[in-house]
């Protein structure tokens, strides 16, 4: 009588994991978003930073004010940006860049649609 209830006992627990394991797997959630949320711009790790100013929908401008001029050469910057999940940037924004004159940067989200920004750093003269 001991191995009937073992028996049973084992085929109901089988059976209460068989309907879960046979259900397909979720669908992977697609990012459809390109925007950069934030972004700023600095001269060495933990060093003075400028945040970028939205011009439009396609354009970022860093303004350095005169104090900080020293202190951010803007054709050798680094910058670091807050972009949606999943997201590829081109060129990436790692390493060094020369932003005295506008560079462009692509974000790419999950369905391969792209959307260009053109960054560009200025001095200002106060």
Same mark, same amino acid.
């Given at each position: 009588?001991?191995?009937?209830?073992?028996?049973?006992?084992?085929?109901?627990?089988?059976?209460?994991?068989?309907?879960?394991?046979?259900?397909?797997?979720?669908?992977?959630?697609?990012?459809?978003?390109?925007?950069? &949320?934030?972004?700023?711009?600095?001269?060495?790790?933990?060093?003075?930073?400028? !945040?970028? %100013?939205?011009?439009? @929908? =396609?354009?970022?401008?860093?303004?350095?004010?005169?104090?900080?001029?020293?202190?951010?050469?803007?054709?050798?910057?680094?910058?670091?940006?807050?972009?949606?999940?999943?997201?590829?940037? &081109?060129?990436?924004?790692?390493?060094?860049?020369?932003?005295?004159?506008?560079? !462009?940067? %692509?974000?790419?989200? @999950? =369905?391969?649609?792209?959307?260009?920004?053109?960054?560009?750093?200025?001095?200002?003269?106060?």
């Amino acid at each position: 009588m001991k191995i009937y209830k073992l028996i049973l006992v084992s085929f109901l627990a089988i059976m209460t994991f068989i309907p879960y394991s046979c259900q397909k797997e979720d669908e992977r959630y697609i990012h459809t978003d390109t925007t950069i &949320s934030s972004i700023y711009i600095r001269n060495e790790v933990g060093g003075a930073y400028v !945040e970028g %100013t939205f011009q439009g @929908d =396609n354009e970022i401008v860093f303004q350095i004010p005169l104090a900080k001029k020293e202190e951010l050469d803007i054709s050798n910057i680094l910058i670091y940006a807050n972009i949606p999940v999943s997201s590829s940037v &081109s060129p990436g924004f790692a390493g060094r860049h020369d932003l005295s004159s506008a560079k !462009e940067f %692509t974000v790419t989200n @999950d =369905n391969n649609v792209p959307h260009t920004y053109t960054l560009r750093a200025i001095y200002l003269d106060y």
